[in-house]
């Protein structure tokens, strides 16, 4: 297989394709690191200040994002450690490169968070039968308030930067990760408004309800990303095939050169592990004694790799066979 030199479109003036697809990638690697150690310090930042903000407001919401922060950090560190490990490359150990280690990154993530969530559900519900929870709603609103500018600004800034690292799919986590951070903070600043609200107006029996019911509410919805990453994941470890329009787009490039070379068809076999695409494309000749030069098949081979460059920006690993049984593809 040959790894994909690049996309022709990204080299600087007088300066060789590979050479220029080398200074992107070492780069948006940069960029990369960059981001993720910012992550881990605006976790930090947050599930220390929400333990201590938790306890003196007595709110069962506040914690659970607190925690949920605590696990960002440590989490944020395991895509560090992908991110690294994938900057070595193949070797005899590991002959076709380490993407795989960011496909497996994301599923430990949502993993981790998918547990959080269902443990913060079970314990919210018991708090919820048992009379709910007396909380200080004006001190809760105050973090609420902090706690939804800082991640929305820590989420604008990592989408921001994000352009410049388009492939990774560890910074889509983060960024996925920080909005929901946003959206569960801003959904908690309404909350404790309304039991604040609640209680003076006399009613503080119902205010007790709405902390454990902000768990429950809260965990219940942003389970949802995190499985949706899970299975994302999943996929890529196994192998399968990738969704969305990069497959039925490759095939039709594949089937157009086919036709233009004089081939009965052609099969494709495409999987994506973290931020590489793996191609198997067999082109099925219509004669079993087909004799065609060493220089055709490269041509060919060539120019496989420049039209798939097209549609796919990510690195691209590709085998192309030439065959007459389908089989051997």
Known sequence: MDPSPGKPGISPERVEPEAAEEARRLEEERVEQRILKFSIFGAFFFAVMGMIWGVLARSQMIKFDALYSSVSVLLAGVSIFAARSMKRGDDERFPFGRAQMEPLAIALKSTAITVLCLIAFVQALVSLFSGGREINALFAMTYALVCTAGCFGIYLYIRGKRKRVRTSDLIGAESMQWLMDATLSAAVLAGFLIALILQRAGLESWARYLDPLMVIVASTFFIKAPVRSLIAGIREILLMAPEGEIRR????????????????????????????????????????GDRRSLAELDEIRGEVLSRLQSVCENQIWLGVSFIHDRRWV
């Not at 495409?270 to 099925?284: A, H, I, M, N, P």
């Open 249 to 288: 787009d490759s095939r039709k490039v594949l089937e157009e050169i086919a036709e233009k070379r004089g081939f009965a068809g052609v099969v494709l076999r495409l999987s994506k592990t973290g931020r590489e695409f793996d191609y198997k494309v067999g082109f099925v000749a219509r004669d079993p």
